[in-house]
């Protein structure tokens, strides 16, 4: 169903800036009316030049997609009023406080996101917060509209026979993957010079210095540095625990917190400002570095655990349990789940580029030489092996190997064909206006345009 608004408020930012310099110098225009509700030309140059801004290519003239995809949107909407569809406001604030993060990390600080922006960011997030609602309450109304899809052996099968040969899809390789992690010991010594250090800063922010300045120059989350170690608005349940208990502790912004353990390594922590259940707040992240002889360590123990299981004393499951630190994996007997899918399968590309190295190149049963990572949720280093489980090769779909797939294929088509007719029904009931000089287009629907008889 995301075809139907992969384009829609693209433009977080630029919808905010007074772009409007398109055709004939007109500063704007009503270019659609969908029901009673305007689109405006400004709202369509803004997206298309964040869309050009991101790379992002329409299939078609944007000037045509996009006030299509914006009147799409408008008929939605009108839906969630007629069954009074809503959202809840902490859904919104959440949505819009990670778009604030990733433009302030993007653009380095809020100050230069203002400026790009020409907007303070409390005019911001005003319009943030109406698109995310809008967005939210579309996908509300899909949900109601599609329901649970049902689709029955029989149909797969008369699917499957209709397709040209050149219409079956392509499966692409896909690999189950056991692994079994060590995490190498920590030296006392490089722990203590981690705490050390964050002390100092603690001292020098309780003489004068700035933690936000002392965060970009040190801090070792590069997610946050740049912006002074500020981490945005969050609630609880999004940050770490350990974090979360200190920070909603703190009451004085002057005040510099304990040192806080984590699974990312070590913090100091300042608040910033608290609004209700949400929290602001800078940090600075040191991470304790292995040494050399506790990582080769782990990799040779590692080693003789591959070689039990070579030797079949041990099997690879039973190695897992008994061995592996990965809490997650390890209740599996090492077997991965793709968090994509929520499955034990991955293509190729799925998997961490780490595993990704040897993987592609073992056979199944094979296990792999110890190697280190750097595992993607937590950025720790960690030492590993694994076994190819299963390994499929790419191949056009079949019945029997590819039942599943195709199921998802028929309720996806199932889905759109839904969707696609409610949108035209709507199209015979709705007040449609559109502009003269926005007429000569190739929509993907045909009944903007009324034909007169």
């Known amino acids: 169903m995301k075809r139907f608004y992969s384009g829609i408020l693209v433009a977080f930012i630029l919808l905010s800036v007074n772009t409007a310099k398109g055709q004939d110098n007109v500063i704007d225009e009503v270019v659609w009316v969908v029901g009673d509700e305007p689109i405006l030309r400004s709202e369509v140059e803004s997206q298309r030049l964040q869309a050009q801004l991101e790379g992002i290519k329409f299939d078609g003239d944007p000037y045509c997609v996009i006030p299509e995809q914006l009147a799409i949107q408008k008929l939605y909407l009108h839906q969630a009023d007629l069954d009074s569809i809503s959202v809840e406001e902490s859904e919104i604030v959440s949505t819009v406080d990670r778009q604030l993060n990733r433009s302030v990390a993007f653009y380095g600080s809020k100050e230069k996101l203002e400026e790009y922006a020409k907007k303070p960011i409390s005019r911001l997030r005003e319009m943030w917060r109406e698109q995310a609602r809008n967005q939210a309450i579309m996908t509300r109304v899909q949900e109601k509209l599609v329901g649970n899809v049902a689709v029955t052996p029989a149909e ?230 694994v076994k190819v489980k299963t390994k499929t090769k790419e191949h056009k779909a079949s019945m029997t190997d590819d039942f599943q797939t195709l199921k998802q294929l028929v309720q996806e088509h199932k889905r759109d064909q839904i969707i696609d007719n409610w949108i035209k029904e709507k199209q015979k009931t709705t007040y449609i206006r559109i502009n003269e000089n926005w007429r000569n287009c190739e929509f993907k629907y045909l009944g903007w345009i009324k034909k007169t008889p």
């Open 156 to 385: 797969i099968r008369q699917y499957y026979k209709n397709l040209s040969v050149d219409s079956i899809p392509t499966i692409p390789g896909e690999y189950e993957v056991e692994i079994i992690t060590m995490e190498p010991k920590l030296a006392q010594e490089e722990i203590e010079a981690i705490k050390g250090r964050l002390r100092e800063f603690t001292e020098r922010v309780n003489n004068g210095e700035s933690f936000s300045t002392l965060a970009v120059m040190y801090s070792e989350d590069k997610g946050t540095a740049r912006s002074g170690g500020e981490t945005g608005f969050k609630g609880k349940g999004e940050l770490v625990s350990d974090f979360a208990n200190v920070a909603f502790s703190l009451t004085d912004p002057k005040k510099v917190s304990k040192i806080v353990e984590t699974e990312y390594g070590y913090h100091i922590i300042q608040l910033i400002e608290k609004q209700g259940d949400r929290i602001n707040c800078r940090h600075i992240l040191l991470k304790p570095k292995i040494s050399s002889a506790e990582r080769n360590n782990a990799l040779l123990r590692l080693d003789s655990i591959a070689d039990l299981i070579r030797n079949e004393k041990i099997s690879f499951n039973e190695a897992a349990q008994f061995f592996s630190h990965d809490k997650e994996t390890r209740k599996n007997g090492g077997l991965m789940v793709n968090p994509y899918t929520g499955t034990s399968h991955f293509k190729i590309d799925e998997l961490p580029q780490d595993i990704n190295n040897y993987v592609y190149k073992m056979n199944v049963g094979e296990i792999s030489r110890p190697f280190s990572m750097r595992l993607e949720e937590n950025d720790k280093e960690v030492c590993a092996i």
